[in-house]
């Protein structure tokens, strides 16, 4: 009869443990799921910024493939499955500018490093530049024979290599979209990669 009312005393024991452990596991908070509800007011510092924790959170309509920050660090640009190419400010979430032309989902967008003009690549088999203060359409490349999946700017603001599911990297005036102002040994081939005879 003592060992069976040990045994009994050590389940409730062994029960009140487990209750406690599992209430306390249902009412801590959770770092790892909560998000903040407002935007930075400021850039963050080392200081304000823990190791792990989201600064800020957009919602958007549809997916986002690309993003890419403005060189003053201020906004941010984003494409996706809507077909629009998004301009954001940083501090307060709001979108600035709303860039539509694409047919087809936005894959990549890329900032100038000059801060002016805007880069976009797309499913629709296009690239397109945009101006970075207003939204205006500048240009509209077309060299692509299939969905253009990436691009990027020159350091100098000038040139655009635009890279694509035809198997070619492509290299453009960001201006005029001629790629015959081009070194020889950058042009595209038709095979996607410069011409033997030409090259290095």
Not at 187 to 196: D, K, L
Request: charge should be positive.
């Amino acid at each position: 009869m003592r060992v069976i009312r040990n045994f009994h005393l050590a389940n409730v024991l062994l029960y009140a443990v487990l209750l406690s452990l599992l209430t306390g596991c249902l009412t801590a908070p959770s770092a790892i799921t909560s998000t903040p509800t407002s935007p930075l007011a400021s850039s963050p510092t080392a200081s304000s910024v823990r190791a792990g924790s989201i600064l800020n959170m957009y919602q958007s309509h549809a997916s986002i493939f690309g993003v890419s920050w403005s060189p003053d660090g201020k906004r941010i640009v984003s494409g996706g499955g809507s077909n629009i190419v998004q301009v954001r400010d940083l501090a307060t979430g709001n979108i600035l500018l709303n860039m539509r032309g694409h047919r087809g989902q936005v894959w990549a967008v890329a900032w100038s490093p000059d801060g002016k003009r805007i880069a976009s690549a797309s499913w629709d088999g296009t690239a397109q530049v945009w101006d970075a203060s207003n939204g205006h359409h500048l240009l509209t490349y077309r060299g692509h024979s299939n969905p253009v999946l990436s691009v990027a700017w020159s350091p100098d603001s000038q040139q655009i290599v635009s890279a694509g599911s035809d198997d070619t990297a492509q290299v453009w005036n960001a201006t005029t979209g001629n790629t015959s102002q081009l070194p020889a040994s950058i042009r595209p081939s038709r095979y996607g990669m410069p011409s033997p005879e030409i090259c290095c």
